[in-house]
């Protein structure tokens, strides 16, 4: 997978310094306090949006590394946005900001394809540091809701495959290296704990994750390590 990716969107960690930023949140005081808070951070806001069809028009457009993302839009729910533009840009992260902790929202959030899910009851603090771990791919979550995530993870890999056509075809071969880092992906930790558990550099992780992706054809965190589930790389 290279670094330019269609419509824009890059790496942020091997073509800029400055993190992109969007904000996208129905409540303008909510979402001109959050721009705020995250440009004084030093990122680069680059837009905001009050609703679905402009979010995607908007984000599409000026193609940021994360995009803050509330749920409850007018004109098109947060996951469908989600969805379209991950769906379009692999390389764009999505950081979830929302008011609800329910389970069901999490989960819809994950599986349209964010790579963290955060209350809106955070701090600054914690929302700066998710922004940026959410820049380099590492999966952010309020505490209590990692846990969560990787169970639905587990029960979404226990189910049956969907009857394929033909023959299934042959897996791709991964390097040693790639299949280590892929067990540890599938465990829950995060890329910074991979690079300490392995001895290597947090950038060395991100290029094992971004070659297993495209050998597996697969889009982001989420599909890989479900794939990695599924083969039972969990539990070895």
């Not at 533009?85 to 999505?94: D, E, N, Q, T």
């Not at 550099?201 to 589930?229: C, F």
């Amino acid at each position: 997978m290279t670094n330019q990716q269609a419509g824009g969107w890059t790496d942020p960690q091997t073509d800029r310094q400055t993190i992109r930023v969007m904000v996208v949140d129905d409540h303008p005081m909510w979402r001109d306090a959050v721009a705020r808070d995250l440009a004084a951070a030093g990122f680069d806001v680059v837009a905001t949006a009050g609703d679905g069809p402009q979010a995607v028009r908007r984000a599409k457009a000026v193609a940021p590394d994360v995009l803050v993302l509330d749920l409850n839009l007018p004109g098109m729910p947060g996951v469908q946005v989600c969805k379209e533009l991950v769906g379009s840009h692999p390389a764009l992260r999505v950081l979830v900001l929302s008011a609800s902790g329910e389970h069901a929202d999490v989960l819809e959030a994950v599986k349209s394809g964010a790579t963290g899910y955060l209350l809106k009851s955070a701090s600054t603090e914690e929302l700066t540091d998710a922004v940026r771990r959410t820049a380099v791919g590492d999966p952010v979550f309020t505490p209590g809701l990692a846990g969560l995530v990787l169970g639905e993870y587990r029960r979404l890999a226990s189910e049956p495959a969907p009857a394929s056509g033909g023959d299934e075809p042959k897996a791709p071969q991964l390097t040693e290296r790639e299949t280590e880092v892929l067990r540890l992906v599938a465990k829950g930790l995060s890329y910074k704990q991979i690079a300490e558990r392995l001895v290597i550099s947090h950038r060395t992780v991100q290029n094992h994750v971004q070659n297993t992706l495209g050998k597996l054809q697969l889009h982001n965190r989420v599909e890989l390590v479900r794939y990695a589930i599924e083969r039972g790389l969990d539990d070895a």
